[in-house]
């Protein structure tokens, strides 16, 4: 049984794809208040993959159940990852495998310090979908996740070989190399689609040299880090492959929801500070992402 938390688009798609492939899966809503909005519809959620819309019925329950939780999908927004398996404390077992999807760092080493009887799993995710409504779901862009452990030495989990094909994987050892590119690539486009509220491809030109010297520094960042990346051709690759997309931190803007700035260019920063690394460009990036979210009466964390 895998038990899942955040029913947001990619908790649903990780449920939806287990249901279809025959792997039992529970969703964890907030409180009884969502769990009844849920059951409203008798947690029927439409999937579209693309080619059909399967109607599908899905499991849900409050973090309140009695049910031991072995196996826990955490698919919330990265500030809330913690408070959310806090609230499954006195289910989570011990030797409990948490498989974290969460954008940016930080909230995945907050997790690891707070229950070290578990096994942290740290999953980058490639995968894109979206929520017309409550009860909907469309796979917008068919991924890939790269799964492997927080702490080295950590054996992959049993079952990861078993998850249905739908659920495109690969384990990877050592994750931290994957986490910090992916982090690096949205410090570089997230932010500025934010400042400049636009899509992805319109980055460089509204950037220009700024976005340069923001990708100069991210690649000392990772030079530190001790990860080699040619950053320039990664990000402007990912620029151009999802030239009319808006990144998730846009999306979040234009929802009025909390952004994972801190997560992404917060961190970056911060870890560049620690490290002595000056970071003008990227240090006044994020103080305008800042300043365009309490412009915009939002959290600027």
Not at 187 to 213: K, Y
Request: aromatic content about 6%; glycine content about 6%; proline content about 6%.
């Amino acid at each position: 049984m895998l038990h899942i938390i955040g029913a947001g688009s990619l908790g649903l798609l990780w449920a939806a794809r287990l249901q279809l492939g025959g792997i039992e899966s529970r969703l964890i809503l907030r409180n009884s208040n969502r769990l009844d909005q849920w059951q409203r519809n008798s947690g029927m959620l439409a999937f579209n993959d693309g080619a059909t819309v399967h109607n599908l019925q899905l499991e849900a329950e409050t973090p309140d159940a009695n049910e031991p939780i072995h196996q826990l999908v955490v698919a919330t927004k990265a500030y809330a990852a913690l408070p959310a398996v806090e609230s499954l404390r006195q289910r989570l077992q011990p030797g409990a495998e948490l498989l974290l999807l969460q954008n940016g760092l930080g909230a995945q080493q907050a997790i690891a310090d707070a229950f070290p009887e578990c096994r942290v799993y740290c999953i980058s995710v490639t995968d894109g979908a979206w929520r017309p409504n409550e009860h909907e779901l469309i796979w917008a862009g068919r991924g890939h996740n790269t799964v492997g452990p927080l702490h080295p030495d950590t054996p992959p989990p049993e079952w990861l070989s078993s998850l249905p094909d739908s659920i495109s994987t690969s384990w990877q050892a050592d994750i931290l190399p994957v986490l910090w590119r992916k982090l690096a690539v949205n410090c570089a486009i997230n932010p500025f689609t934010l400042i400049f509220d636009c899509r992805n491809g319109e980055v460089p030109e509204r950037a220009d040299g700024w976005l340069d010297q923001c990708i100069a520094e991210l690649q000392q960042l990772l030079s530190l880090q001790g990860f080699d990346a040619d950053l320039a051709e990664q990000v402007h690759a990912v620029i151009l492959a999802t030239a009319n997309n808006s990144s998730s931190t846009r999306q979040d803007l234009h929802a009025r929801r909390r952004t994972e700035l801190d997560y992404i260019l917060g961190y970056a920063c911060r870890s560049a500070h620690n490290a002595g690394l000056p970071t003008p460009a990227l240090d006044h990036l994020l103080a305008q992402a800042q300043d365009t979210l309490r412009q915009q009466q939002l959290p600027a964390d």
